[in-house]
Structures are given as C-alpha cells and as structure tokens.
C-alpha cells in the first residue's frame, strides 16, 4: 500500500510569514495525526482528526496553527504568523481509526527553518 | 503527566558489538510501548510493539523487553551493523480511555563504526 504522503519535503521562510504543509493519509486510515519534532526533541502531537472531526488539539498553538481536515482525507497544517522557535520536523501520521491497538504510519515530514 | 526518558542521547560502537537502549516512563499505566527508528530526513519506522501485558518481544536481531511496574524497557541489538545507525524513539501509549497518541522520549542516536 503506498505510504503517508507529505508536501514539501523542506521549506525556509522569514519569520512572520505563513506557510502551509500537505498530508495524504493511507487510504481508508480514518484518524490523522499531526506531530512536530523539534531538533533534538521527540514528536509531540499538536493534533489528531477522527475522519473530518477534530480529536485532541490541546496542544496546537492556536493564535498561530490551524489545520483541517476536508472531507476526511488529505489534511493541511498552517501556521501564521511563522516565529523561530517554530523550526522544525512536521510530521503527519495516519492510522486505521483512533484507539491504542491500531498502528501508526508515519510520512517522511517536512523539514521547516525559519529564519 | 506522562514522561519519556531514554538513555543514553547518543551512542557509539563498533560494528558486531550488542547494545543495549534504554527507555523509562513515569506513569505505569500505559496499553503498550513502540520502539521506532529514524533515519534522517526520514519519518519513524515501528520496530517493536509490547502489550503492556506481555514481557518482550523479538523481532530479528532485535529484543525489546517491558517491566511496567518499574516503568522500563530496553532494546537489545545484537550482532550490531553500520545499517543500523538511526535515532532510536521509544513511545508509550495511554490506557484505554485515553486517546490514541503516543508519547515520545527524545532518542538515542546510534551509530555503528564499520
């Protein structure tokens, strides 16, 4: 089966400007997640979709992120104004539905560096 | 709060030696525990999955082990290689209950000499 699929693989922007990263889930995985890796740092989640609903976004900065998920399938992750702290590794996984015994799988991410 | 400690951040050894990786968490009550690897500018790669009712589980070289009650595992590499270098993520998920997100700790990075 083809695997999570993510857009761009890399971006640089200035800071205060906005950008936007892609995901297209393994087809007929229900529950997106979206996590950010900061250099040196584990993947913390910022959001989980179950189809186009919303799941967990206690920790998505929202005065600057926002995300959705159109019609339950590919996803967009949006942050606006950009700052420094925000370089990163956006990383979208997928899973069959939501729930511990469902297996996750991860897309390559896209690499962020604000400057 | 759930955390995820590994150690060590980094380690270095020479190709054929087995190792050792380690993983505590804080709070026992967890479902089950994934060992992932990450090549760089790669995503994660699940190697290992642990109920939190079972003890180990092997998959190749490698050996993952769990005791929850002290809120440990290790990941055990034999006969290591130089294709085994990555970072190395050790992630618990929550009790049922919960919602399915994994929590990670920061990795060890591995790095096998030829």
């Known amino acids: 089966e083809a695997g999570v699929a993510q857009s761009p693989r890399y971006k640089i922007i200035e800071k205060r400007q906005s950008v936007a990263f892609w995901c297209n889930p393994i087809?007929?995985?229900?529950?997106l997640y979206w996590y950010q890796q900061i250099l040196g740092q584990g993947p913390k989640l910022l959001i989980q979709?179950?189809?186009?609903?919303?799941?967990?976004d206690s920790q998505l900065p929202k005065d600057r992120f926002s995300a959705e998920r159109l019609k339950g399938v590919d996803s967009t992750l949006k942050i606006q104004p950009a700052k420094l702290e925000d370089s990163a590794v956006y990383l979208c996984a997928s899973s069959l539905a939501s729930g511990p015994n469902y297996g996750y799988t991860f897309g390559s991410g896209t690499r962020l560096t604000v400057v | 709060k759930q955390e995820v400690t590994q150690i060590p951040a980094a380690l270095s050894v020479p190709e054929g030696e087995n190792l050792v990786l380690n993983c505590s968490f804080t709070?026992?009550?967890?479902?089950?525990l994934q060992w992932f690897r990450q090549d760089p500018g790669k995503g994660l790669t699940s190697l290992l999955l642990?109920?939190?009712?079972?003890r180990e589980q092997t998959s190749g070289r490698l050996n993952a082990s769990l005791d929850k009650s002290s809120g440990r595992s290790t990941l055990y590499i034999a006969a290591s290689q130089p294709g085994d270098s990555a970072t190395y993520l050790c992630a618990v998920r929550r009790a049922p209950g919960s919602q399915g997100n994994l929590i990670f700790g920061k990795g060890t990075k591995l790095s096998v000499k030829p």
């Open positions: 709070d026992s009550a967890i479902y089950n």
């Open positions: 642990i109920q939190s009712s079972q």
């Open positions: 979709f179950q189809n186009n609903g919303v799941v967990d």
């Open positions: 087809s007929g995985h229900a529950t």
